[in-house]
């Protein structure tokens, strides 16, 4: 019996060894500003001082010295994880420089830098930031787009709020990358990004997706009542302006995309079950749709079918009725085809 619980004890600190090295060579990849050959000498080190604590947790099983110096160096890494703090005075790229910042006024909400870039490429465009102003007594709608880049698992998760003007503003939470920065899904884990919500014309954050990016795209109506829709409105004011107070870090699992939607979703309806499409979030429509979050009287083929905006986008254009032409047939936006 001595011999068994001695030997469960091992193989359990043999996984957590294995899950330190892990964990501390991709923290040291992503966090390490060194150069690439450094970078991958440290990690090669790393490696080699869980290895050789693996080896003598097994074979000399009295010697705790390299167990030690593996244990005190993981302890490091974890302290120097923790001072890790989110910033807002970095490098910026140009299309996540400027905060959101959004004031209430009764019903009306005043948002200063929403962005229209007009995009040629991904490297060639015109910023252009504004203020613009909405009354929330004319709010009328609110669409669920996801925008997919890596088969039909993953999407970028984006919502568009309507008013009975035509005009429209798309929220969207994403890392604020610095310039000349990529995003990492990995490196999400591992405090490499803030995050930033941007609020958007559709015709920038929507059609540099289609057009430019090569993404394809699925609107979605939300069956949202109009009490809801002006808290859920105020919900992405109120993310504003927390991160104008105080940046926080992108995290791929746990404050994302698609979390902050249905974060805001749960405080309208707190009996929203979880589930695996809010982590695989290419299927977010399918679980809103189960929900009944999603426009009635169809059934989901339906909506996906006639929610799918790519071509319709890529038409478009530049079109100044370019939210009008990519819902032409959409439910909710008149008689389906």
């Not at 964990?23 to 060194?34: C, K, R, V």
């Not at 996801?146 to 929220?171: E, K, N, Q």
């Not at 996906?304 to 032409?328: M, Q």
Request: charged share 25%; with cysteine; glycine share 8%.
């Amino acid at each position: 019996m001595s011999r068994l619980l001695r030997r469960a004890g091992r193989r359990a600190l043999s996984a957590l060894i294995l899950i330190a090295a892990a964990w501390g060579g991709l923290a040291i990849h992503f966090l390490f500003d060194l150069a690439p050959p450094l970078r991958w000498t440290v990690i090669v080190v790393w490696l080699g001082a869980a290895s050789v604590a693996l080896w003598s947790l097994w074979r000399r099983p009295r010697q705790w010295l390299p167990l030690g110096g593996f244990a005190l160096a993981v302890g490091a890494l974890l302290a120097w994880w923790w001072t890790l703090q989110p910033r807002q005075d970095r490098d910026w790229a140009d299309d996540v420089a400027r905060r959101l910042q959004a004031q209430v006024h009764g019903h009306r909400v005043v948002l200063r830098n929403v962005r229209d870039f007009d995009w040629r490429s991904d490297d060639d465009y015109t910023p252009r930031w504004e203020t613009r102003e909405y009354d929330l007594d004319h709010l009328v709608s609110a669409d669920l787009a996801l925008s997919y880049w890596m088969g039909p698992a993953i999407a970028h998760t984006l919502v568009s709020f309507g008013f009975d003007d035509g005009s429209r503003v798309v929220f969207s939470l994403e890392i604020r990358k610095q310039r000349g920065e990529s995003f990492s899904a990995l490196g999400g884990f591992f405090r490499k990004f803030e995050q930033t919500l941007v609020a958007a014309d559709e015709r920038d954050i929507l059609r540099v997706r289609t057009n430019v990016r090569g993404e394809d795209m699925y609107l979605y109506r939300l069956a949202i009542p109009p009490a809801e829709l002006r808290r859920l409105f105020l919900g992405y004011v109120r993310t504003a302006q927390d991160l104008d107070r105080a940046p926080r870090f992108y995290n791929t699992l746990t404050s994302n995309c698609t979390t902050v939607v249905f974060h805001l979703a749960r405080s309208i309806d707190a009996g929203l079950p979880l589930d695996w499409r809010l982590l695989l979030s290419g299927y977010l429509a399918e679980y809103a749709y189960d929900q009944h979050g999603l426009l009635p009287g169809y059934d989901f083929a339906t909506l996906k079918r006639l929610g799918h905006i790519t071509a319709r986008a890529r038409a478009s254009g530049d079109a100044a009725d370019f939210s009008d032409r990519i819902r032409a047939g959409m439910p909710g936006e008149g008689t389906p085809p």
